[in-house]
């Protein structure tokens, strides 16, 4: 699972499949600006669950 780029930002995940949670690493010009966390169930988290928790982070800040 890449990075997603938007509007100048980019989230990137990781994830535990040991523990079931990961987190999702915002960056902004290449800094770290915050961090994103969430649990999943399954073997992986899903793309689109990653990509609903951009959007409303997204949608959350004005980005």
Same mark, same amino acid.
């Given at each position: ?8 930002? &980019? ?8 523990? %079931? ?7 902004? %010009? ?7 966390? +969430?649990? +999943?169930?399954? %073997? ?16 959350? &800040?004005?980005?």
């Amino acid at each position: 699972m890449g990075a997603i780029d938007r509007n100048g930002y &980019r989230f990137e995940p990781e994830y535990s499949l040991i523990e %079931k949670n990961g987190a999702i690493h915002v960056y902004n %010009k290449g800094e770290l600006v915050d961090e994103v966390t +969430f649990s +999943f169930s399954g %073997k992986y988290p899903e793309l689109d669950q990653i990509e609903q928790l951009v959007d409303e982070y997204c949608e959350e &800040r004005g980005i």
